[in-house]
């Protein structure tokens, strides 16, 4: 799909960055010390800090990836919206308070508050740092897919972009910058989502009078000509074609049956994507044929008018939707080409689990499938209360009570927002508006959808997002480097300013290699990488962070056995599982050696168990026993 630069978006845009960056530059005057750099001086008002929970919880893979899975497969997407929210419960019960008392700076301050380890600093700071560029990555997918409509970049050059922003955010006044950042766009999101949905239902359901129909042939496709008639291929209307140099055409269907190419992505000469439209199409070639509609409604009528919240589900439940499918083909001459084609769907079936690759355990009798399906919401679950960005921000408020203030404005925020995005995804998928090549587009089209300024809050928003949960992250892994490896492993002796000027470098850093992933990952889903995440998140932190709060006989060699193992079993088999050898590799998926793709089903029980057997086999000593009986 081609877009056009929305003039309006750029404006609104520039505007946004332009006033993070301003807000980032005024804030960052205070921030000299490493307690201002790296927790804002622990004096952020509970009430921010509970919208700046939602601010950097709610990152591209809540916006874009969820309400894009919803818009495809319907309510699978929305089990995400569920596993994201439930995970706060075990941060609220479990772990924010003790975590408060325990920590000064980093996640690995609380675990080794009792043992004073280089061992548990090393783990855990290498921890902070895997998990954080995981996560990192479908942040930065995220940022490319919204630079590519905003402005008309590359999504090599939206990376680009959102990563020297983001960098400099971090670098001018850290902790302090993140938290009004994440403020803001965390208030902002769920307010214009909110403004969405109630468009959405004011809009209610419509059959348009023009369906996208017939298609494109494999053999007219080979001759790569500007026009193309399709005598036999199955009905698709998008049809991509990837060229052994790189370049990649898009056709798209004309109402004569005709097939047209649209778009052209070639590799210029620094390497980067260059979009282009091929000579002699008008402007009227970037039309977005109607993608994603409701193709019959209840009663027979073709328009419902405004509708409830509740009337809205009733109705969607009782109409005929189209959906999109996708496959890929090899064709001659080493290219590869992904043709998409609609098939019709009842509501009631969309609204029921296991309508996507994803969450095929729910319908499956396959016992892997299941297993699969189990492991992923376990470590949606298990995640929240391990993630390395958000453990940190308990250390910005100034008391246990602040703590649980802000935990619960929080979880009402993020609640808020996760409802809402049902009614996003399905307003989506019902629009007309889908880009069937990009499911992470889903939530700035919808809004285009209804008026181009719109769309230019949305995207702007849907920004801010990624600085500030990116902001996070780079913040998490900065911390971990220089307050956990410098000063406490390596034992260098660094002020505070010094602490401060090495936080910067590293952010630089880790800035450059965020980049780089953003880059290699661009076609999968959001939603999915933020899985895979929560995953490791989950293996490698949470039994040591559990077991140390309520088992006394945890000792050091424990919690780094459990740290390490859980963070390398989590890892090798997701880099062993099928998806990994499809998406990322290119290889076959049936070669994978693990039966399934989420491993935290395995992986989360076996850091406990690690965490237990170890721990067993090294008696602490009588320091660490009566400290533990203090505690």
Request: aromatic residues 10%; proline residues 5%; charged residues 10%.
């Amino acid at each position: 799909m081609v877009y056009v630069t929305s003039p309006l978006a750029v404006g609104v845009f520039l505007a946004f960055v332009l006033g993070v960056l301003a807000l980032s530059w005024w804030l960052g005057r205070g921030a000299t010390s490493a307690s201002g750099y790296y927790a804002a001086h622990g004096q952020i008002h509970w009430f921010v800090n509970g919208i700046a929970f939602a601010g950097d919880y709610l990152s591209a893979a809540s916006f874009l990836g969820i309400c894009g899975m919803i818009a495809f497969y319907g309510y699978d997407g929305f089990l995400y919206s569920i596993g994201y929210l439930a995970g706060w419960i075990v941060a609220l019960f479990v772990v924010a308070e003790p975590l408060k008392r325990m920590g000064k700076f980093t996640f690995a301050d609380a675990l080794d508050a009792r043992f004073q380890s280089r061992g548990i600093k090393l783990a855990a700071a290498i921890s902070t740092l895997v998990v954080s560029l995981f996560y990192l990555i479908p942040q930065m997918v995220g940022a490319g897919v919204l630079i590519k409509p905003l402005l008309g970049f590359s999504h090599a050059s939206g990376v680009l972009m959102v990563g020297i922003v983001v960098t400099i955010i971090v670098v001018t006044a850290g902790m302090v910058s993140t938290t009004w950042v994440q403020f803001i766009k965390g208030g902002l999101l769920v307010a214009f989502c909110l403004l969405l949905t109630v468009m959405i239902l004011r809009r209610g359901f419509e059959v348009p009078t023009t369906l996208p129909v017939t298609p494109v042939s494999v053999a007219e496709v080979e001759r790569q000509g500007p026009t193309i008639v399709d005598p036999d291929w199955p009905a698709a209307t998008w049809l991509q074609v990837q060229l052994p140099g790189g370049a990649v055409h898009t056709y798209r269907r004309l109402p004569d049956g005709r097939a047209r190419l649209t778009q052209v992505v070639t590799t210029g000469p620094d390497g980067t994507r260059v979009d282009g439209v091929p000579q002699g199409l008008g402007d009227g070639q970037h039309d977005l044929t109607p993608i994603g509609a409701v193709t019959a409604l209840p009663g027979g009528v073709t328009r419902t008018g405004p509708l409830g919240p509740m009337a809205f589900l009733r109705t969607f439940n009782e109409a005929t939707i189209e959906t999109w499918t996708s496959e890929r083909r090899e064709l001659s001459g080493g290219r590869i080409a992904t043709v998409y084609t609609p098939r019709t769907q009842t509501g009631a079936d969309l609204l029921q689990p296991g309508a996507s690759p994803t969450f095929r355990g729910v319908r499956s009798s396959a016992l892997f499938d299941k297993l699969d399906f189990l492991s992923l919401m376990l470590a949606l679950f298990a995640g929240t209360a391990s993630l390395p960005h958000i453990l940190i921000r308990y250390y910005t408020v100034k008391d246990v009570m602040a703590v649980r203030k802000s935990t619960v404005t929080g979880i009402g925020a993020i609640g808020l927002f996760y409802v809402l995005t049902l009614y996003l995804g399905l307003g989506a998928m019902t629009s007309g508006a889908l880009d069937v090549t990009n499911t992470n587009m889903a939530a700035p089209l919808l809004a285009r959808s209804f008026s181009e300024p719109l769309f230019a809050v949305i995207s702007a928003i849907a920004f801010t997002t990624v600085l500030g949960t990116v902001s996070g992250l780079i913040l998490a892994a900065s911390g971990a480097v220089v307050h956990d490896l410098l000063t406490h492993v390596v034992g260098m002796d660094l002020t505070d300013d010094a602490k401060v000027r090495a936080g910067k470098i590293v952010a630089v850093g880790v800035g450059i290699v965020a980049m780089l992933l953003g880059v290699a990952f661009e076609k999968l889903n959001v939603s999915f990488l933020v899985g895979w995440a929560f995953n490791v998140a989950a293996s490698a932190n949470l039994p040591s962070l559990v077991m140390l709060l309520f088992w006394k006989r945890t000792t050091k060699e424990g919690i780094v056995a459990a740290i390490l193992v859980g963070m390398a079993s989590s890892l090798g088999w997701i880099l062993c599982s099928a998806q990994a050898f499809k998406d990322v590799y290119g290889w076959p998926p049936e070669t994978a050696p693990v039966p399934f793709s989420q491993p935290g089903i395995v992986t989360i029980p076996l850091g406990f168990l690690v965490l237990v057997a170890v721990s067993l086999m090294t008696r602490p000593s009588e320091r660490q026993m009566a400290s533990a009986s203090g505690s």
